[in-house]
């Protein structure tokens, strides 16, 4: 199976689609409801999916080596251009589970001490 891949160009508009059918349509939702722009988007929804998986996929560097797979990005944005309604839609159910498991934390260090 092929898949199209358009990828951003400098001084470009953002492309519509960049070959990854499961986020671009995540995209798409998040760009109805949230009106906000699509590299924005794109961009956190890809960071997301990095941390879910780093602690599961490991990349073999090609001078040797193993490393978890990770991703560093950085977004610059206008004030009001929705950076944190995104972060908070994207990330909402992992910062969830982190207040969840730092609650639980406490609670068991608690009892131990």
Known sequence: MSIPI???RVGKPFPITVGLPLIN???DELEREIKAPRALIFSAVLATVSLVLQGRIDVRKPKGG?????LMLLCIADSGERK???DKIVLGTIKALQG???SEYKTTHAKWQ
């Open 6 to 8: 358009s990828r951003p």
């Open 25 to 27: 349509s995540v995209v």
């Open 66 to 70: 193993i490393s978890p797979c990770s």
């Open 84 to 86: 944190t309604a995104i």
């Open 100 to 102: 969840k498991m730092d």
